[in-house]
């Protein structure tokens, strides 16, 4: 079906498009039929790569020459991708140098007619292995098609990461079915925390989107601060509960936000709400080809298309084929309308015995623009509490509060709250698709801790707080080369040499914040005299490093520093002189957080790259090791720090000399990936 359809469409349309080139409907097939011809003697294909127009084709020949794909998702940790690969048997892996051969075997426990096995994490940390044919796949993506219709197929940008089902069926499939042209980019583009969706999905001129909730939360900050994007006329969100409230902000600010539901083992999608048959606090009507029925409150899927997991018993397999209970509390309007409430595991029973799905207050509060995250909790007891992780440092959390408790009965409202870290899929509090491991977040904020310890402390909030300007400084192109080893002879000297003229100043510093604290912070002297013995002597060390790197230690040492690292060590003093000392304590944290970061990550590199001896490296490689015993004691300090001027200051100071470290970097001479000598 689907590749029939492909050679319908006008030959010369841009069916695939990227920064790095683009592929026209005519040659997709002829581009799809090469792939599939280097799969003749591959079992299982995993596919373990960012995305690209590359991905898709393998995905696309993988299925036309019906070979077994595994798609490995970006975010999957090394031992999950060795489960995944030892799990299914992938016999070729696709890496960005390549077809490699594992030296695995097949699985013999691959269900018969699988076309994909996408493992997801769910919300445990070991992936599970769903199987699905390629008719389960090709029906979601027909039927959305069919909801759609033409007037929809534009260009699609594909921003959720190609190995999630989501992307890869509702997305490129569906895509191609309607004859769309399919915007990919290298996830890397997107920065961290997506800053550069806005901008990327403007110059794409994109009409569709697929996005999670948090996602949609960032857009909406970007449209705001930098104006519509005019040319979207699709945005479907799913993976966790959204509030209609939330929905209502996005189009009132020129999002078309649509809601829609699925699971991985029915393809991706079950319901959605599209232009025309929409109904916002619902995730829309079930796709054509879906029957779902609800039993006891849960949401039940007849004849999913699910061939089973990956490992299990055929016939545990063959019964979750003909009937999937979802595990997903709803349900089914006379109109056709499916509403999830809540999943059935995740249910809270207070003890006044009223039954809540968390995922409802959590939309009322995740429609706040001050709240970031939330998980609300408070099995067993009288009123609920949550977990919340703020949107930006000044986020008024208490007024959030009391307008999500607005909208809420007085049971399911917020009584007590908690500031914490950010949940993430690297911490391993989120999953993939960016729903929270609830067990996890329990176990580490909650379970068996009393009530002072689940406060988020100072240091975690100054970590919370300072991951924008600290993902900025590591975006830099100097730093990023440095840390592949991709940097001259002369770009290492040069950074040398600014760091020469920033390290001379940080005895002075600390003597400066010492000799101006005042008599309540007295008790900060020690930590002042134990950094001062610490750092007594390493701007010699950095000269030193640069003799032994070629460089001239004495012309080094006289030369003029460039204005961003002048401006920097001028912030610092007068900060420590004009405003608070305490304050100095944000730079020390910027530059012991980065060192422990990328200090020895960044000598090994360069050391090889630039066939160096190790001792032009002893900066380096004594501050990555010597920084993280730094950062224990730093911790310890700076948790005993209670005036909220004092961490204020702290916060202010760190974000402002990530910056401005961020610019001294910017400023060193670089030529790439010459490695000319000096």
């Not at 030369?559 to 401006?567: D, K, M």
Request: net charge negative.
């Amino acid at each position: 079906m689907l590749f029939s359809r492909i050679g319908q469409h006008p030959a010369d349309k841009i069916a695939l498009r990227s920064q790095t080139g683009q592929i026209t409907y005519r040659d997709l097939i002829r581009r799809i039929d090469d792939h599939a011809k280097d799969l003749s003697d591959v079992d299982v294909l995993g596919i373990a790569l960012d995305n690209g127009i590359d991905w898709v084709l393998w995905d696309l020949a993988a299925l036309k020459s019906e070979t077994f794909c595994v798609p490995i998702p970006p975010f999957f940790t090394k031992a999950q991708i060795d489960h995944a690969a030892a799990t299914a048997g992938i016999t070729h892996m696709i890496t960005p140098d390549g077809m490699v051969r594992t030296g695995l075997a097949k699985s013999a426990t691959i269900p018969a007619k699988t076309a994909k096995i996408t493992f997801t994490s769910g919300t445990t940390g070991t992936p599970k292995g769903v199987c699905l044919p390629a008719t389960a796949m090709l029906n979601v993506a027909s039927s959305i098609y069919q909801m759609l219709g033409d007037e929809f197929a534009g260009t699609h940008f594909s921003a959720l990461p190609l190995a999630v089902l989501l992307e890869n069926v509702a997305g490129v499939y569906a895509g191609l079915l309607a004859g769309c042209t399919v915007h990919l980019t290298s996830l890397r583009n997107f920065e961290a925390q997506y800053e550069n969706l806005h901008g990327l999905l403007k110059g794409a001129d994109a009409t569709s989107i697929i996005l999670v909730p948090e996602l949609l939360r960032a857009l909406m900050m970007q449209v705001m601060q930098y104006g519509p994007l005019t040319k979207l006329d699709f945005i479907a969100v799913g993976g966790a509960r959204i509030d209609p409230a939330l929905i209502a902000k996005a189009r009132q600010i020129g999002l078309p936000v649509y809601e829609g539901y699925g699971l991985s083992e029915c393809a991706s999608v079950l319901s959605l709400n599209v232009p025309g048959k929409d109904k916002p606090g619902t995730t829309g009507t079930l796709l054509p080809h879906v029957s779902a029925e609800i039993v006891d409150d849960e949401i039940v899927i007849r004849n999913p298309g699910f061939l089973g997991y990956v490992g299990d018993p055929p016939a545990a397999n063959a019964a979750l084929s003909e009937r999937l209970a979802t595990g997903d509390l709803g349900r089914i309007s006379d109109d056709g309308f499916v509403s999830v409430t809540g999943r059935r595991k995740n249910v809270l029973i207070t003890s006044n015995g009223r039954n809540i799905s968390p995922e409802w207050p959590e939309a009322a509060l995740l429609a706040q623009p001050a709240i970031y995250q939330a998980i609300v909790f408070g099995d067993g007891q009288a009123h609920l509490e949550a977990l919340i992780v703020p949107s930006r440092a000044d986020a008024d959390i208490n007024a959030a509060i009391q307008a999500a408790n607005a909208s809420l009965p007085d049971y399911a409202q917020i009584k007590h709250f908690t500031l914490c870290a950010p949940f993430t899929a690297q911490n391993g509090c989120l999953t993939g698709n960016g729903r929270p491991k609830r067990d996890v977040i329990v176990k580490r904020y909650i379970s068996s801790q009393n009530t002072s310890e689940l406060a988020m402390n100072f240091y975690d909030r100054l970590v919370a707080q300072t991951a924008d300007a600290r993902a900025a400084l590591y975006h830099v192109p100097q730093l990023v080369d440095g840390l592949s080893g991709n940097i001259s002879r002369s770009t290492y000297v040069a950074y040398l040499t600014e760091a020469y003229h920033h390290v001379k100043h940080t005895v002075p510093f600390l003597m400066a914040m010492g000799s101006r604290l005042p008599d309540d912070k007295r008790w900060l002297h020690k930590a002042v005299i134990e950094y001062l013995e610490e750092e007594e002597g390493h701007e010699e060390w950095i000269l030193n490093d640069i003799e032994a790197a070629g460089g001239d230690r004495e012309a080094a040492r006289n030369a003029t520093p460039n204005l961003e690292t002048q401006v920097m060590v001028a912030y610092n003093y007068d900060y420590i002189a004009r405003k608070n000392p305490v304050g100095f304590l944000g730079m020390v944290f910027m530059l012991e957080s980065t060192s422990t970061q990328i200090a020895s990550q960044g000598a090994d590199a360069v050391m090889s790259g630039l066939d160096l001896p190790k001792s032009a490296f002893s900066y380096l490689f004594s501050h990555g090791s010597l920084d993280i015993e730094h950062m224990k004691f730093f911790e310890k300090t700076v948790n005993q720090i209670t005036d909220p001027n004092d961490q204020a200051a702290i916060i202010e100071v760190a974000n402002n000399t990530f910056r401005l470290f961020a610019n001294l970097f910017a400023a060193i001479p670089h030529e790439g990936q010459r490695k000319n000598v000096a």
